[in-house]
């Protein structure tokens, strides 16, 4: 009996001290760490956009009167199709009505003194040849025939002057096209140059929309750019080439607009229909990560890899030395260091320590998370 109680209180004793051992090797164990991380993919193509724009013509034309007047017709509006000739507007003609018969009275005023200045001359020259008439008094009648003659060719100039002026109170179509756009009623009172439409040739299409000023400038320094034109999810044509970009960005978008050439769109392409533009350009490989993944160490520019343990849910963290060709707010762009497939730690980089061990999370970003 009494050896039974001297093991019982040996046992009492020790059940003690195997706790404290189990608590301190528990504490001596480090935490399993939840991590943030994306896995590298490379990249060999560049995609800009898309690229919100419209389907423009290439050649149009404001039409506008020459002179000052009251607008008293329009025949035409937004969408209608024009030939060549055809009246487009008019102006109430009759100030210019009033210029062509003052200008007609005038040249027959001067038609009537010419007839009579070339019939005295006429009259006056077998006299003069037989000394009757003096040579002075018939050189003055042979003068006043000539200033005749020229106040007819002046009356004549100025009649066609008004009659032209006449002509400036209707204005028509120089060429076949389509009306996209009117700015005056009748009745309005319009001034010389003033636009009245705007006629297109709709033969010549091109996709027109705004990049930002870098993307622009890519376009001019390269010509090795897929430009693919999309009006929906099914219609789609590629561009030939960029026709021009505008040297200036626009004050309050700070965007430039380009202009891409179209080989024959189809009739869906109309004009003024929204388009989206993608332009699309082989790189160098490149794989691009957010820039809470960089860790500068000692002039190092370092990544944490997350490398699997087999046969545990959990993994180890390692520094890896990478390259970095480009960085800005959005992300960086590493050349070299890492292999596609790769998992990067992408969020507090600054508190691991090598081969620590982390646990990925579910909710993770998504593989591949680019700038």
Known sequence: MR???????????????????????????????????????????????????????????????RIFGRMVARFVDVGA????????????????????????????????????????????????ERNITPQAQFDLIVQNRDTAAAAVTRAQASLRKAQDVLSFTRIHADFDGVVTGRYAEPGQVVNPGQKIVTIARPEIREAVFSVPSDVADALLGRNDFDMMVRLDSLTAIKAVAVRGVDPAADPNTRTRTVYLTLDNPPAAFRLGITISVTLQTTISPRIDLPATALLERDGKTQVWVVAKEADTPDAKVSLRDVVVASRDEAGIVVTSGLVAGERVVVAGVHSLTPGQTVKILDGAPKDGASR
């Open 81 to 128: 199709i024009v030939k060549k000739g055809d009246e487009i507007a008019a102006l109430d003609p009759a100030v210019q009505l009033l210029l062509v018969r003052n200008a007609e009275a005038v040249l027959a005023n001067a038609e009537a003194q010419y007839v009579n200045a070339e019939a005295e001359e006429k009259r006056q020259r077998p006299l003069v």
């Open 3 to 65: 050896r039974g109680r001297n093991w019982l209180l040996v046992l009492a004793l020790l059940a003690p001290l195997a706790a404290c051992k189990e608590d301190q090797q528990a504490a001596a164990a480090p935490p399993v760490r939840p991590v943030l991380s994306v896995k590298a993919v490379v990249r060999t193509t560049e995609i800009l956009g898309p690229f919100a724009g419209s389907i423009q013509p290439r050649f149009s034309t404001d039409v506008g009167f």
